[in-house]
């Protein structure tokens, strides 16, 4: 589930002008093209979206938790929102900083797909790899619900089954932890 995000151009962007909070996903997206560079890949990606999962602490804190243990490997976002937010869709190869909820931790996430399909066209598998609760599509269900009623209570419009979700799958290109 995704809240919160911004798209940035640290490699353009000096540090003083990244706001103070952003430091550490600015620390981890200069140590990723350090590696870059080490590696001999000259041509590292200019742009990314810095965000966390979820809409609170708690929550945020937890899911970024298991990616970095390797048991959340995909989310799904709401179509509606991201165009109510003029927010673009991922593309598989695009780079995201994903931090904790109050920016404090940080890594970089690949995106590997991203399939459009409906709410309740969610499978199984595609619930599992998400890795939150029992794994279970009942529970994807039920969480993802309430987190997109919210959602589009927010944008003025009702959820439903039919609505039109983003579900990104994703790997861990680079943690400096």
């Keep these: 589930m995704f809240i919160w995000r911004r798209i940035y151009s640290f490699k353009e962007i000096p540090i003083n002008r990244v706001e103070k909070d952003r430091k550490v996903g600015y620390a981890v997206w200069q140590s990723y093209l350090e590696h870059q560079e080490s590696i001999g890949n000259h041509n590292p990606i200019h742009y990314v979206f810095a965000e966390h999962f979820c809409n609170d602490k708690p929550s945020a804190d937890k ?29 598989p190869e695009d ?20 399939i459009i399909k409906k ?40 959820f439903s089954e039919e609505m039109p979700v983003a579900y990104e799958e994703f790997e861990i290109e680079y943690k400096d932890e």
């Design 95 to 114: 780079l995201t900083i994903l931090t904790n909820y109050d920016e404090s931790r940080a890594c970089i996430i690949r995106t590997k797909s991203v």
């Design 63 to 91: 899911l970024y938790q298991l990616v970095i243990d390797g048991k959340k490997m995909a989310t799904t976002g709401s179509i509606w929102v991201y165009e109510f937010d003029e927010e673009p869709i991922l593309n």
């Design 119 to 158: 709410f309740n066209e969610i499978t199984e598998e595609e619930a599992m790899k998400e890795g939150e609760g029992d794994l279970s599509l009942e529970y994807w269900r039920r969480v993802h619900k309430e987190y997109f009623e919210e959602e589009c209570k927010r944008i003025g419009r009702d």
